[in-house]
């Protein structure tokens, strides 16, 4: 499922969610898009931008992200465009930068950004100085497999 962030009516970033790693998660996103949130920054968690969202799910692909800090030390994790939900809160979060937060609670991975990672890194920026820019969340349909 990929899903369109769209920034003054503008699309600015696409993200991919993994249906396959989170099924439950997924299935109400998908039920509960298009909705509108409002852009915060993490200002004690790192690069960080952080949405509320109209669902509410139980953790599933669970991580800790602060273990992410050896395999991004190593190369072997690619930081910036990790996309995850935290359930207690109801918040997606986007990780704009490589700056890895320091968070002790569990999130779960959700997808990644897999377009216009660069333009969120610039609007992760603006919102550390000025919070609640206005977002569009929405799906992003895609064509029908065609029989063979």
Same mark, same amino acid.
Do not use: C, H, Q
């Given at each position: 499922m990929k899903i369109n962030l769209?920034? +003054?009516?503008?699309?600015?970033?696409?993200?991919?969610? &993994?249906?396959d790693?989170?099924?439950?998660?997924?299935?109400? !996103?998908?039920?509960?898009?298009?909705?509108?949130t409002y852009l915060q920054h993490g200002k004690l968690t790192g690069d960080l931008l952080l949405m509320q969202t109209k669902i509410l799910a139980d953790w599933e692909n669970?991580?800790?992200?602060?273990?992410?800090a050896d395999d991004a030390a190593a190369g072997t994790a690619e930081v910036r465009g990790s996309v995850s939900y935290y359930g207690p809160r109801q918040q997606l979060s986007i990780m704009y930068g490589d700056d890895i937060p320091p968070e002790p609670l569990p999130v779960s991975g959700i997808g990644r950004v897999i377009e216009g990672a660069d333009r969120?890194?610039?609007?992760? !920026?603006?919102? &550390? *100085?000025?919070?609640? +820019?206005?977002?569009? *969340?929405?799906?992003?349909?895609?064509?029908a497999a065609s029989a063979a």
């Open positions: 769209n920034l +003054a009516g503008e699309g600015v970033a696409v993200i991919e969610i &993994w249906e790693r989170v099924p439950l998660i997924a299935a109400k !996103l998908r039920e509960a898009l298009p909705f509108p669970i991580f800790y992200p602060e273990d992410l969120l890194e610039l609007i992760g !920026l603006r919102t &550390w *100085l000025e919070p609640g +820019a206005r977002v569009v *969340l929405s799906l992003i349909e895609e064509p």
